[in-house]
């Protein structure tokens, strides 16, 4: 009697276990469905050489967050075929020079790039921010606010240049573009350019330990006969130096720069 009722305890044991382990089948099944329906992700293939280019960049900009645009670069970057204008079109919201933009936009001073970080900050003997990107060469470079195209030009190690004067209420800046990879077509010197029109692409022209924009940002006019300050380009480099030991920090001292940013 002794024997059957330990044997019914141990069947009433095994019952009640396998019962357990179903319950905790169907719970884990039905959390893991809940699961992913919660956090599905719908994803959508786009093929840019049948869409405009406005309308991919459009639908990227508003729908993807920048960790997604940063796999969407590195997908395509693997991509042969995928050329330098159908990743700035994927990537960067389209730019449009409405009259607001030509002649008042909403703030006068903007960051050269879409995306950006900060590898090294102005001294006296390099008074310019260098920037770098995710991107790399593919990055675009704009000019940080409104003014004309004063020199196109390569230094003696052949760095691609771009400088920019300014004329911001009464006062002339110049901000130098270096290490370019490439320059934006139909750019000449006495073309008026908004922070829209993109200067060229991000580079290591010249004497560069990697891709980056070496950006110098002086209260002169760099090739203006008429400033006794930067009429040339040692009276250029001259007077950014005097400029930084009296604590002008170029863009830093005229906008608030952050050491990384997503947006201009």
């Not at 960049?57 to 991509?79: G, H, L, P």
């Not at 330098?84 to 936009?105: A, F, G, Y």
């Not at 922070?195 to 980056?212: E, Q, S």
């Not at 006019?221 to 007077?239: E, P, R, T, V």
């Amino acid at each position: 009697m002794k024997i059957l009722r330990m044997l019914n305890k141990k069947e009433n044991i095994k019952n009640i276990s396998v019962v357990i382990l179903l319950i905790s089948f169907c719970l884990i099944y039905y959390k893991y469905n809940i699961t992913t329906q919660a956090f599905a992700l719908d994803y959508e293939i786009i093929n840019t050489k049948d869409m405009a280019m406005v309308d991919v960049a459009e639908k990227q900009i508003t729908t993807v967050k920048s960790n997604k645009v940063f796999s969407i670069y590195k997908k395509m970057k693997n991509e042969t075929q995928v050329s330098k204008e159908s990743l700035i079109s994927v990537m960067l919201p389209v730019k449009n020079n409405t009259l607001e933009t030509l002649e008042k936009p909403k703030r006068v001073w903007y960051l050269p790039t879409e995306y950006g970080m900060i590898t090294n900050y102005p001294s006296a003997s390099h008074f310019a921010l260098d920037i770098t990107s995710p991107r790399g060469t593919a990055e675009p470079i704009y000019p940080i606010a409104n003014g004309t195209i004063s020199g196109i030009y390569k230094d003696s190690a052949g760095a691609k240049i771009v400088t920019v004067n300014h004329n911001i209420n009464g006062q002339n800046y110049t901000s130098q573009y270096v290490h370019l990879s490439s320059y934006a077509p139909d750019l000449y010197v006495g073309k008026s350019v908004t922070i829209n029109d993109y200067l060229g692409f991000m580079g290591k022209t010249g004497i560069a330990t990697g891709v980056h924009l070496h950006l110098a940002v002086v209260d002169c006019s760099i090739f203006d006969a008429n400033d006794k300050n930067c009429s040339s380009l040692n009276g250029f480099f001259n007077y950014g130096r005097q400029r930084y030991y009296q604590n002008f920090m170029g863009l830093q001292s005229l906008m608030n720069v952050t050491e990384t940013w997503y947006s201009r």
